[in-house]
């Protein structure tokens, strides 16, 4: 790779080395990763948390319209909510409706006053509760300051980006979710991807497959221009696109959005736990794991994912089936 191409391409290779530091921070059992369920089911609540590995429940308006339409569209909200919270051992976050500070200040004392109660309640805000760009922009960080000034834990929802949970941190929130799944979608569809046809939602996104694809395409560009004039080739519209091409503003991923994120919190001591969220296979669950995130929000589905292995079904028939009858006797006295 050329020397330009390689400056352009230098920064993502720290990731394996930075999970391994921050895997490695002590002993102290409060440090341990935490998987929340994003669900508003309690059908899947209730089978998690029987299961022993479920700390809270993560919920948003969309998951609660699935769990009322699996129910004919028929519920008592208010007591479908006092049951999530009463089985859940820990955090439940339940989420405003509305975009404008005032009215999501009001929902969410609403919430936390009509269910703390039964259980832990955390508000869900936007970072940006903004619908255009223009009106509303700060509103969710007015609203995380507003309820943090009164105890009201908030989980800061809809964070794309480091610079967003920055602003969420120092707003007050309790948590911060980056969605990584989203991320990496966005990233697949700015090269034509299409989710159904190209990709599934589940599937994992390769994000160093893409990193080599990218710098190949940018020493093809790079090949084609006058490497003599460095302000020429920086300034190159077909240069500048290649190296934008398959990143978000200078992050690949959903995994290298949270890795930033813990990177951040860590160099400052923010206090915000970060819950990386729109997760959507065990692969992902793992790298998070490797960063050193302190929560990750799963939905069931990859909680059977992280669970299943071809060996693990292989070795358990295998040991079944070479049971001898003496040892069985053991079992039948």
Not at 39 to 49: G, L, N, P, R, W
Not at 61 to 74: N, T
Not at 123 to 128: E, G, L, M, Q, S
Not at 203 to 232: A, G, H, Q, T
Request: glycine letters at 6%; proline letters at 3%.
């Amino acid at each position: 790779m050329s020397r330009c191409g390689a400056t352009l391409r230098s920064k993502p290779r720290r990731s394996k080395r930075i999970g391994i530091e921050f895997l490695n921070r002590g002993e102290d059992k409060t440090s341990l990763m935490k998987i929340f369920l994003d669900t508003a089911d309690i059908d899947e609540i209730s089978f998690a948390v029987s299961a022993g590995v479920i700390d809270g429940v993560t919920t948003n308006p969309s998951l609660i319209k699935q769990a009322v339409e699996k129910r004919g569209g028929s519920i008592d909200m208010e007591e479908y909510i006092e049951k999530i919270l009463s089985v859940t051992p820990g955090p439940v976050s339940l989420e405003v409706i509305s975009v404008s500070y005032e009215k999501m200040v009001e929902e969410a004392r609403l919430l936390h006053n009509r269910f703390r109660r039964y259980g832990q309640v955390v508000i869900k805000i936007p970072v940006c509760s903004s619908l255009n760009g223009v009106d509303n922009v700060y509103d969710g960080l007015r609203t995380i300051r507003r309820l943090a000034s009164e105890d009201i834990p908030v989980n800061a929802t809809l964070v794309m980006s480091p610079e967003q949970a920055i602003l969420a941190a120092k707003a007050g929130a309790s948590y911060v979710s980056p969605f990584a799944g989203r991320i990496d979608d966005y990233l697949r569809d700015k090269i034509g991807m299409k989710r159904g046809k190209d990709y599934q939602k589940s599937d994992y996104y390769d994000f160093n497959l893409m990193w080599r694809i990218e710098s190949l395409n940018i020493d093809r560009v790079l090949s084609s221009k006058n490497l003599s004039s460095p302000k020429d080739v920086y300034l190159d519209n077909e240069v500048r696109e290649a190296a934008s091409k398959l990143n978000d503003n200078g992050v690949y991923s959903g995994v290298e959005l949270v890795r930033s994120i813990v990177t951040i919190f860590r160099n400052y001591g923010f206090k915000s736990q970060i819950i990386a969220s729109s997760i959507r296979n065990a692969r992902q669950v793992r790298e998070m794991a490797e960063i050193g995130v302190d929560i990750v929000t799963i939905p069931f589905y990859v909680l059977k994912d992280m669970l299943i292995h071809h060996k693990t079904i292989e070795g358990i028939n295998d040991f079944v089936k070479d049971v001898v009858e003496p040892y069985r006797k053991i079992f039948t006295k």
